[in-house]
């Protein structure tokens, strides 16, 4: 039994055992393909093709979004076409769209769509300060908008020489065109600002720098007078002030201040008085000055005025001026000597003396010295009159001419 079983068993596996063993020739054969698989119920799905397209899309536009913004960001990076250094107001208030149009306009950017995206991507759009702003010749997009946002903008500079009154100092702020604003209705005590060369930009308000300088002054005059040296005859800081004051006007010559000082300071030592022309003037004109067409009369010395140090003792009640530095510093630390007089030697600086007797004689020579500038003054002023009567006299003679001319 088991060998028919065998047997039925290899007579089935017979057609396929004969299948595999094809000739060589029917090998070569073509046999038939098989058919492709059926796509399923799930592909043909209108949601899924949605789908697909989708993401097809998001794909294609996150592609020209990244070239975009790669487009983008060169530009913004890449020189500008501005040419030459160009000014340019960009005023308070101003949004992003009108700065950005600004710009394009005056040809320091070339596409103000950019330069907006680029602001926005850098989220600078509330940073963007207002002020007078200097591009340099092919700035880029970004650099232009980080010299905006810095604030850094055109420096302009107003100097305010040693010597002025707060009303002269007044009167220069008030004529500058790039500060703004009102001057504080109250004029700052006498000597109580700092002459100096102060920068700003444009918009600054004047009482903005009014502001500074007695801060600077503050801040000197506090430095100066814990300097000082022991035993001077000015027992405050006003006191400092207001000798200085006197030194700045006396000489505009800062090797001279230390001396000056030292004969004021002698002076007061000794008990006598100051004797300081530019205190007369303060006295009789205050802080506006003496008119250019009013002479000093010699009455002037003798009248009685609280500033006039020929008449008071000591020192006048407050600055007639506002000194600088080099003066606060003369007077803190003046110079060691003992001479107690000065005059003018007809160069700009003076020529101090001990004695009276040899004050006197500086004196004399000063005299003479006027004397002769007054002589040479007048002696120049004929000249040019004489040359003006002679260039009128040319002038009507060749008027003249062609007339004479014509007759003939």
């Not at 040809?107 to 207002?130: M, P, Q, T, W």
């Not at 510093?329 to 009276?356: I, K, W």
């Amino acid at each position: 039994m088991t060998n028919d079983t065998n047997w039925k068993a290899s007579a089935s596996d017979a057609p396929a055992s004969r299948a595999s063993l094809r000739s060589p020739a029917a090998a070569l054969e073509p046999t038939e393909a098989p058919q492709p698989p059926k796509r399923s119920r799930h592909s043909r799905n209108r949601i899924v093709i949605v789908f697909n397209a989708l993401m097809s899309l998001m794909v294609f536009a996150a592609i020209l979004a990244c070239g975009t913004v790669y487009f983008g960001k060169q530009r913004f990076e890449e020189p500008g076409p501005l040419q030459t250094t160009r000014s340019v107001v960009i005023k308070e208030g101003s949004g992003l769209a009108r700065i950005a149009q600004q710009l394009e306009s005056n040809g320091i950017i070339d596409n103000e769509f950019i330069f907006r995206a680029g602001v926005r991507a850098y989220r600078a759009s509330s940073s963007l300060k207002a002020g007078e702003y200097a591009f340099n010749p092919g700035m880029s997009m970004f650099e232009v908008m980080d010299t905006i946002r810095s604030g850094k903008g055109v420096v302009y500079k107003v100097t305010l020489p040693e010597g002025l009154t707060v009303h002269q100092i007044f009167q220069r702020l008030a004529e500058n065109e790039v500060l703004t604003g009102d001057l504080p209705a109250e004029l700052p005590p006498e000597g109580s600002l700092l002459p100096d060369t102060y920068p700003f930009q444009r918009g600054a308000k004047r009482a903005d720098v009014v502001a500074q300088m007695r801060r600077a002054h503050d801040k000197l005059l506090a430095e100066v007078w814990a300097r000082r040296t022991e035993g001077l005859p000015v027992k405050t800081p006003e006191e400092l002030v207001t000798l200085a004051s006197i030194v700045e006007k006396e000489t505009g010559k800062a090797d001279e201040r230390p001396r000056v000082a030292a004969v004021f300071i002698n002076r007061l030592n000794k008990g006598m008085r100051l004797q300081s022309d530019p205190t007369i003037l303060y006295g009789l004109f205050g802080g506006e000055g003496r008119p250019a067409d009013r002479p000093i009369y010699r009455s002037d010395i003798e009248k009685p005025t609280p500033f006039n140090t020929y008449v008071i003792d000591g020192l006048p009640p407050s600055p007639i001026a506002n000194p600088g530095r080099a003066a606060l510093e003369a007077v803190a630390n003046p110079s060691r000597t003992d001479e107690l007089f000065f005059v003018a030697d007809g160069t700009g600086g003076h020529v101090f003396a001990v004695t009276l007797d040899e004050h006197e004689e500086n004196v004399k020579r000063w005299r003479v010295i006027e004397k002769q500038k007054r002589e040479e003054q007048a002696k120049q002023e004929a000249d040019a009159a004489a040359k003006t009567d002679a260039n009128a006299a040319d002038e009507n003679a060749d008027t003249a001419q062609p007339e004479a001319t014509t007759a003939q």
